[in-house]
């Protein structure tokens, strides 16, 4: 059997998927954050038992388990290998009636939302648009995000199972599919039974671009700076009031303003990022985002944060500050490096597959990198999903195409 020369449905799969409403809930105390997840999540169940798969689970707190066996004669053997995607969508822009449009061959013309025709996704806009002219572009129409993100990766992993249970002369160890809940909202693994992965190492479905794997991420830690003032009447208060709010917005306009931040840093430039504000006389904080690839900088990060947050408050004599700092997830490279055939092994399938890899970075974290740290190394896979978290959202079906044959020879390389 030849991948390529097969008609795929992922497509049709996605377009079905994208129509439920997953979207988490970071506000939320509930696992999973949102119950409507498991409206797809069960949806999914019924479906993998459709394609004659016997060990498939959902579990109370929202995961997909399920095992495709070893189609392996005697004699030949390979490692279990994971697929792992996650079913909620971002609470950044609507998820709720997404209409997915299908735009066959495109012609690389302005597309235009229907339900908003002030949305217009366009190759000037969108860069890597300009790679996809003739391609079958999926969208939505115009009012939520389409949900690519991580629609399209279940969409693949779904096919590939389907595939190896109709083609039982693909070759392969074990299999198992893992589709995750409350990954948006940094939750994603936080309730998982890892001795029902029980694989040997695994891969996400959540990247970008047709070609691309990514083996390392951001590390991350949260801090929150309290700056704590003296409350007075304000009418008389000459003398005795320190307002907690200048204290922090003195704080805040200390920050780095050429660097360090979000929108002054890229490629492997690492940042420090408020996030939330809350004040009153008396007491005022600032949540932060620390993110660098190298994890000993979140340490010199955190410094900093620290030394500006003393000076502020001896610009303001009787202000005082503490500082709690929590870490969120590590760069996956460091386990990585420790299993070099993981990515050797990707390396190898991408080019069996026809595709020229991509090695990049991720500027953020996926499910894999926290899966990684609890003994399962997973770098992440290309999808296609580009313009996450909003209504210019699109996949390419040929990139969500690729990538199903990408796995299929990921999984026939591992045979030995």
């Known amino acids: ?71 392996l004669p005697e004699g030949l053997k390979a490692p279990s290998i994971c697929f792992c ?34 949305v217009v996704i366009s190759k000037e806009h969108q860069v890597y648009l300009k ?17 690519a993100d991580d629609k399209a990766g279940v969409a693949i992993i779904m096919e590939l199972a389907q595939q190896l249970m109709q083609h039982p002369d693909w070759l392969h160890g074990d299999v ?28 996400t479905l959540d990247g970008g671009p047709r070609g691309t794997l990514e083996g390392e991420n951001f590390s991350a ?6 700056l704590k003032g003296i409350s007075a009447h304000p009418g008389y208060a000459k003398g005795k009031m320190v307002n907690a709010i200048k204290v922090a917005a003195h704080f805040l306009s200390t920050l780095p303003s050429e660097n360090l931040s979000p929108e002054t840093t890229e490629g492997r430039q690492g940042f420090v990022h408020p996030m939330g ?9 600032v949540s932060f985002i620390l993110r660098d ?14 030394t500006l947050a003393k000076q502020a408050c001896h610009a303001f004599p009787g202000s005082e500050f503490t500082m709690i700092r929590k870490e969120q997830y590590r760069n996956m490279a460091e386990i990585l ?38 003994g399962l190394p997973c770098p992440n896979i290309f999808t296609g999903e580009m313009a996450i978290h909003s209504v210019q959202e699109y996949v390419s079906v040929q990139d969500m195409e690729a990538a199903v044959q990408v796995c299929m020879h990921l999984l026939k390389r591992a045979v030995k």
């Open 221 to 226: 830690d949260f801090v929150e700076i309290t």
């Open 277 to 285: 504000l809350k004040g009153q006389l008396e007491q005022a904080s």
């Open 176 to 203: 198992v599919v893992l589709f995750t809940p409350d990954e948006e909202i940094g939750r994603g693994v936080d309730a998982i039974n890892m001795a029902k992965v029980n694989a040997d190492f695994g891969y």
């Open 293 to 306: 690839f190298d994890t000993a900088k979140l340490d010199e990060q955190a410094a900093k944060l620290e």
């Open 1 to 71: 059997m030849n991948p390529s020369a097969i008609v795929f449905q992922v497509a049709d799969k996605l377009m079905r998927y994208v129509r439920v409403d997953t979207q988490s809930d970071a506000s939320s105390s509930t696992q999973p954050s949102t119950f409507k997840q498991l409206d797809l999540a069960k949806i999914l169940v019924e479906e993998l038992r459709s394609y004659g798969i016997e060990q498939v689970e959902l579990d109370d707190n929202g995961y997909v388990y399920a095992r495709i066996p070893s189609n």
């Open 131 to 147: 790679e996809r002219i003739g391609d079958d572009i999926i969208t939505a129409s115009g009012t939520t995000l389409l949900g």
């Open 85 to 118: 995607s996650h079913v909620d969508t971002a609470p950044d822009c609507s998820g709720t009636n997404v209409k997915p449009i299908l735009h066959p061959k495109w012609d690389g013309s302005p597309i235009v939302l229907p339900d908003n025709p002030a």
């Open 337 to 374: 490096r420790q299993h070099p055939e993981v990515m050797e092994l990707a390396r190898q399938a991408y080019q069996d597959a026809g595709l020229r890899v991509q090695e990049l970075p991720i500027r953020g974290g996926t499910d894999g990198s926290r899966l990684s740290f609890m």
